[in-house]
């Protein structure tokens, strides 16, 4: 195990990293599997491919999904995103007396997730689907669209789905952000909760980054569509402003109340303050990582 260890680090790669890399592998693979052990560290080492495409499956939160190179491997920032999303709710529903939940429960409009009152939320480029799948898990009565630009996307984060028992309060949808059909979805639907960890990696900046989060060389392997997004986003911030234009802008009608939970990239909380601010959507929250950085944004309708 050492050996396979000191392997990977030679190779550049993190000790830490390396060290959780050669578990997984003897977890996955069995400790007698040394052959294909010892294929996939040599594969690893010479292509720099993340483990998980290696592997075909990667974890978020408690379970399992099957990843491919079509989607993003799963980050722990963004099981914070998933963990802060479930506490609001609940929190939410826990202030809440008995009249005031009836009230909701007629008006059918509000985050609730008590007996008869259903939540629904719209996830937003839903990648390998961890977030709709751990959403739904966690959240008793919940109902989810999740969109994203492939069929193929689609189609893996559907098999997650069932793969987690969840299919029934899920319904996937290819669908561009940016087309008229997201407006058309907008418009028929009445979310209380959007959810979306969004491409967010600049453009030309692609090569330069710092974010630990996004790491070098494997980054290469991961999907462009996934980290920039499907067009041009030299500011980072196109599909942000793209969501708040869809809920309050261009003449759709403003939602009931909606919670939007964002994953943002630290350096572009800044120009996303602004945003929200030149928006009038002052009642927001942020909340930071393990490592101390800004990562979710949480704006209240
Ligand atoms: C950063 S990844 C997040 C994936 C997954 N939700 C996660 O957290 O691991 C962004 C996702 O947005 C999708 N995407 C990119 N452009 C899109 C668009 N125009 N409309 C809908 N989804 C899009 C990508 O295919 C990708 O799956």
Not at 210 to 229: F, M, N, S, V
Not at 254 to 279: C, G, I, N, T, Y
Request: charged letters at 30%.
């Amino acid at each position: 195990m050492k050996e396979l260890i000191n392997k990977l680090i030679a190779a550049g790669i993190d000790k830490q990293e390396a060290k959780k890399e050669i578990s997984i592998l003897y977890k996955e693979l069995g400790g007698n599997n040394l052959s294909e052990i010892n294929k996939i560290v040599l594969e690893r080492i010479k292509t720099r491919t993340p483990i998980q495409y290696l592997l075909g499956k990667a974890y978020f939160m408690d379970f399992e999904v099957k990843v491919n190179k079509k989607v993003l491997i799963p980050r722990p920032e963004t099981e914070i995103l998933v963990e802060e999303t479930v506490k609001k709710i609940n929190n939410c529903h826990s202030q809440l007396d008995w009249e005031s939940r009836q009230l909701i429960n007629k008006s059918k409009n509000w985050i609730p997730t008590s007996v008869g009152m259903t939540l629904t939320a719209l996830d937003i480029g839903t990648g390998s689907g961890i977030i709709a799948i751990a959403l739904a898990k966690l959240i008793p009565s919940i109902k989810i669209t999740a969109i994203d630009v492939e069929k193929e996307i689609i189609d893996l984060a559907q098999e997650n789905a069932a793969k987690n028992n969840v299919s029934e309060k899920i319904n996937f949808k290819v669908c561009d952000l940016f087309s008229k059909h997201t407006e058309e979805l907008f418009k028929k639907n009445k979310f209380n909760l959007i959810i979306s960890n969004p491409p967010y990696v600049k453009n030309e900046t692609a090569n330069q980054q710092d974010d630990k989060t996004i790491r070098q060389p494997e980054i290469e392997h991961e999907p462009k569509i996934a980290l920039h997004g499907s067009k041009e986003n030299k500011s980072g911030l196109i599909y942000y402003e793209r969501i708040i234009e869809l809920i309050i802008g261009r003449g759709l009608s403003r939602q009931a109340p909606v919670m939007l939970a964002f994953e943002v990239d630290p350096p572009l909380v800044h120009d996303l303050k602004s945003l929200l601010k030149k928006e009038g959507l002052n009642n927001f929250e942020i909340i930071k990582d393990y490592a101390g950085l800004e990562r979710c944004l949480f704006i209240s309708l």
